[in-house]
């Protein structure tokens, strides 16, 4: 099979140079990308970031000019909160501990890295040999050392632990036996414990399954290291790395048997796989629920009224991710209870396990992206439980817009999605066409779920609520309603004002109504 490039990004970019050279390959073994390593020119550096529900890492790599590899890893712990709890209070630390610096051959350390292989599948596999020998030193001086060792390293996330894993294989590729030394290691970092809500946390890196042992020529030996954390008040994760990559494997089978596309450009197929599991893989499991977050170093243990709300849950329907769906519903709940009588925004994002919220850029339309994302969520669902417990949040964001309409029929906002990252103004067409999308999608809720004017119960207080007041089966007022309103002839005066308590006494007198 003919390799083909891949492209990592979908927008193309014309550079005056047109001779920069492709990194990587399609697998034709596998469903993910080869570094291609023969036609590597000069060193090459990326990362990447794999997630599992109780932690993130972001791997920063570079493979140098002579072949070695190195990485960086930015370990991320988004329950282990810091103080102050806001929406980057994760713990976080940064680790470089080169594992394979710390084994020794016949008594020697390792030299002359020359990596062979590297690939990219929903995990990172590298294979390097290794050189081992007394090179310039006293009669080794000159000498040429050839490779005596093979090894093989796989990096991934506990799919649901608190633990990155790193799974180690060794072979002795030489023609004589070789003592192969893995000694015992932990490194520890203790954070302070006014920095964290609970306290002090431990961070700590460790390799399991110490020996030493002599191979002969083709024999292999394996060996793992962790790098976790935990609360200094609890104890650490007990680990087993060949059944956490199992267990990683099996989420990756999951993703890979569903929404699978296949177009006539292989590359494009195997972008969008890893679209679907970097969008699956990043659920965190907060004391708030399952959530998905952006990442990046940054964006844990919290929701947004775009990122998740608009983007990616009406996404997990059609994935068919339970996890997916249940942290969908989960933040379309939580952005629910800030549902008011007044209308005032809902805040922008909610955040450290859902206990706070962030608001920093006012009203960025986020009532249309919730509206949208909650009303396509539950059509691609097509569950009608989901759809009638979603019913009132997107009702009450379409209202929202609808009170925010200026008299062009534009919804007013603050800033939009991309909070004035480009110039949009206090109207703009971006959350505008969110609502009348939302509008369309929640006809064919209403539609589906049999809900009709003479089934809506509806509270307006002024001139603009007219038309709704007149045809909707229970109409209401509160009492700083205007004249006109509280003419409407049925309708319900309430007692309270808005604002003040006037939904709650009209849900009141439902719920009263119903027990006669």
């Excluded at 000069?42 to 000019?65: C, K, P």
């Excluded at 990596?115 to 007394?134: H, M, N």
């Excluded at 369309?440 to 509270?459: Q, R």
């Amino acid at each position: 099979m003919m390799k083909r490039s891949v492209l990592l990004t979908f927008v193309c970019i014309l550079f005056a140079n047109l001779s920069a050279q492709v990194h990587w390959n399609l697998s034709d073994k596998s469903n993910g990308i080869l570094l291609d390593l023969p036609n590597l020119k000069q060193a090459y550096s990326d990362h990447i970031e794999m997630s599992g529900e109780q932690m993130s890492f972001v791997l920063r790599w570079n493979v140098t000019e002579d072949k070695a590899f190195m990485a960086e890893r930015s370990l991320v712990f988004p329950m282990l909160r810091t103080i102050p709890n806001n929406t980057h209070a994760s713990l976080m630390q940064r680790v470089k501990t080169d594992i394979p610096s710390l084994i020794s051959v016949n008594g020697l350390h390792l030299q002359r890295e020359q990596v062979v292989d590297l690939e990219i599948d929903g995990s990172l596999r590298v294979v390097s040999t290794f050189a081992v020998g007394k090179a310039n030193v006293g009669l080794g001086a000159g000498k040429v050392m050839l490779p005596t060792l093979q090894m093989e390293r796989i990096i991934y996330p506990s799919p649901t632990k608190p633990v990155m894993c790193e799974l180690y294989n060794v072979k002795n590729i030489s023609k004589k036996p070789i003592t192969v030394l893995v000694p015992e290691f932990s490194q520890n970092f203790t954070t302070r414990p006014e920095k964290g809500v609970d306290g002090s946390y431990i961070i700590r890196a460790e390799i399991l399954n110490p020996t030493t042992k002599v191979l002969q020529p083709g024999e292999e030996l394996d060996f793992s290291a962790v790098f976790q954390a935990y609360r200094s008040t609890e104890q650490k994760a007990v680990v087993d790395p060949v059944e956490e990559l199992n267990h990683r494997r099996g989420f990756l089978k999951n993703i890979d048997e569903n929404l699978v596309l296949d177009t006539p450009d292989d590359v494009i197929d195997r972008e969008f796989r890893f679209a679907k599991i970097r969008a699956s893989e990043s659920i965190f499991k907060t004391k708030g629920g399952y959530m998905h977050a952006p990442g990046g170093e940054s964006y844990y243990a919290a929701i947004w009224a775009n990122d998740q709300a608009e983007y990616v849950n009406p996404f997990f329907p059609f994935l068919g991710y339970e996890v997916g769906n249940e942290s969908a519903l989960n933040s379309f709940k939580i952005f629910a209870r800030f549902m008011n009588d007044e209308f005032k925004p809902i805040p922008s994002s909610i955040i450290a396990e859902g206990t706070d919220i962030w608001n920093g850029a006012g009203d960025r339309g986020d009532a249309a992206m919730i509206a949208y994302g909650a009303s396509r969520y539950v059509l691609a669902k097509g569950d009608k439980k989901a759809a009638k417990e979603l019913w009132p949040l997107i009702e009450w964001c379409l209202e929202y817009c609808k009170k925010n309409l200026n008299s062009e029929g534009v919804v007013l906002s603050d800033t939009d999605e991309l909070e004035g990252r480009f110039p949009a103004g206090e109207a703009n067409l971006c959350t505008s066409s969110l609502y009348y999308d939302a509008l369309l999608s929640a006809s064919y809720i209403c539609k589906e779920l049999g809900i009709t004017l003479e089934n809506v119960c509806f509270v307006g207080d002024d001139v603009n609520d007219l038309d709704l007041l007149q045809h909707a089966g229970v109409a209401a007022c509160p009492a700083n309603a205007v004249a006109v309103v509280k003419a409407v002839p049925g309708i319900i005066h309430l007692t309270k004002n808005g604002g003040d308590g006037a939904i709650r006494e009209l849900c009141e007198m439902i719920l009263e109504a119903k027990k006669a």
